[in-house]
């Protein structure tokens, strides 16, 4: 049986939903990360300092009170920075994270920025994979 005609949808303006170009407001492509600012990262220990606050109201009054580790520091967040097509950094530089104060997208400086990026981390050492058993490989017995 043939379902029911339904109204035609109305045409919608198809609205970004995504992030945005930090420079320009366009729809992102692509981000890269940079530290957080001051102010951010006071947020941050904010919040972290509220949870704990709570953690300890909570806490079982007949046991030992709970244990923090230390609050986070700039190391332990970055934040992600977005950017359209025509603002993109480089690949090389947006694969770095960037200082706190890194500028990018900024136009005059494109395609590079005026920061100094964190050098990349070490490549992880490439473990010798574990060999299979022959019948498992191609060709194999
Ligand atoms: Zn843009
Ligand atoms: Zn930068």
Redesign the pocket.
Known sequence: MPSPELPAPTPVEPRPTGPLCTACGEPALVHWL?RLTDDELDEHIRIEQERREQALLLADPQLPPPVFPPLPTGEDFTRTVYSCGPHAISMD?AALV??ST?T?PNEADLPG???T?EPAPAAPVEEAAAPLPDHWVTGGA
């Open positions: 940079r530089a960037h200082a890194c990018a920025c005026d920061c990026p």
